[in-house]
């Protein structure tokens, strides 16, 4: 059998998270808020949510599914992008723009962004890291890059996001 090169597995992995999004969006949350992680290794599902935000040169609204914890009564999201070297282009856009809507399940909600910053940071990516193991390698695959935890702060309802959001 031979193994999944690293190109292969990042198409596999593009297009898992595509058809995730396109589920969660066309189903207005009904389906794709839990999402199955076996393909990489963790053998339980995890909650999603959708993450907008706006395009900080385009002005284009940017939808994308992101594992999520709840602390506090705050959402709690990870800007690993896969332990890349760079930020993920949705947290480049908050950073410019903390005004976002998120939606977990069928419920969506206008608020803001903020990043975890010291002590603060560390509690929470730690409690990410036991919600969803592989941060702690996309850690080290990062390099120098301390990857951003950001919280998100329900602020009213909004509507639920659609398949042209």
């Not at 949705?90 to 809507?101: D, K, T």
Request: some cysteine; proline content about 7%; overall charge negative.
């Amino acid at each position: 059998m031979s193994q999944e090169n690293p190109d292969e597995l990042l198409a596999r992995t593009i297009a898992f998270v595509n058809e995730h999004l396109q589920t969660y969006l066309s189903s207005g949350g009904t389906r794709g808020h839990i999402m199955d992680m076996s393909h990489v290794g963790v053998p339980y599902p995890l909650p999603t949510l959708l993450l907008q935000t706006r395009g900080r040169h385009s002005g284009q609204a940017r939808t994308v599914p992101l594992i999520y914890g709840c602390v506090g009564g705050e959402w709690v999201v990870i800007a690993s992008k896969g332990g890349a070297p760079e930020h993920p282009a949705w947290y480049l856009n908050l950073a410019a723009e903390p005004q976002v809507v998120f939606q977990v399940g069928t419920q969506a909600f206008s608020g803001t962004a903020r990043v975890a910053e010291g002590e603060e940071r560390a509690w929470l990516w730690d409690y990410m890291q036991r919600h969803y193991p592989p941060y702690r390698d996309y850690q080290v695959s990062a390099g120098a890059r301390s990857i951003p935890v950001v919280l998100l702060r329900a602020e009213h309802e909004a509507p639920v996001l659609g398949a042209a959001d």
